[in-house]
């Protein structure tokens, strides 16, 4: 059981690039979501899904989209990369969709932007 | 929306001591707020959480306790040890509102 499992660990883009940050867990979690977290800023959120197929925003959802095709699968894009975006992403998950269950992090994705 | 603010954003401890850090919300309807210890370079772990329905929970060393009328909460540790320096997240969610909304943090130190 590996719990919640984000690839990649460290990455390093120059601005405008695109790319897919991966989060997966096999703990048959209806609820997953994607923070950021800055120095001194705590961990906002950017996206998160009750379910596959449905996705909403958070509280900083500008410059990120996520889909939610399976349970399991939970990946941000990132359209255009700016430095702005430099950060490190923790993605998570929960049981349900009820909002007073403990939810479970990954390791974190910490990303550069040039 | 949900409002955390957390307090103090640095706590500096000798080990044996009590630490207390306290987070308000803003919301009267948010009925759960967990706990997060984050040590450096590592993922947020949940360490104690607690429902509206109860005022104190206590779990070894670590302890919560939760004030609905004037909407703040905090955690109390106690006999503090140098393994407890990391940083401690509070978060507070209404029902159903799907979002968990954190505090900004508190980088407790404690020297041995």
């Known amino acids: 059981n590996a719990g919640v499992t984000q690839t990649p660990k460290f990455q390093v883009l120059k601005t405008g690039q695109s790319m897919t940050l991966q989060c997966a867990q096999d703990m048959n979690h209806e609820y997953m979501s994607w923070y950021r977290q800055d120095p001194g800023m705590g961990l906002r959120l950017i996206h998160y899904?009750?379910?596959?197929?449905?996705?909403d925003q958070g509280e900083v959802p500008n410059g990120y989209n996520v889909s939610r095709s399976t349970t399991e699968d939970f990946p941000l894009r990132l359209l255009s990369a700016a430095p702005s975006q430099t950060s490190v992403y923790f993605c998570a998950s929960r049981p349900t969709g009820y909002s007073n269950q403990p939810q479970h992090f990954g390791d974190g994705t910490r990303l550069s932007i040039l | 929306g949900e409002n955390v603010e957390q307090h103090p954003s640095t706590l500096s401890v000798q080990e044996g001591d009590s630490a207390v850090i306290k987070c308000t919300y803003s919301d009267s309807a948010s009925n759960y707020f967990p706990w997060y210890k984050q040590e450096l370079g590592k993922r947020p772990q949940l360490i104690i959480d607690i429902r509206s329905n109860v005022g104190e929970k206590k779990d070894q060393r670590i302890a919560v306790t939760l004030n609905k009328t004037a909407k703040h909460f905090s955690l109390h540790i106690t006999e503090t040890q140098p393994e407890d320096s990391a940083v401690y997240f509070c978060a507070a969610t209404p029902p159903g509102f799907q979002k968990l909304v954190f505090g900004t943090g508190t980088r407790l130190l404690v020297s041995p």
């Open positions: 899904s009750v379910g596959a197929g449905i996705t």
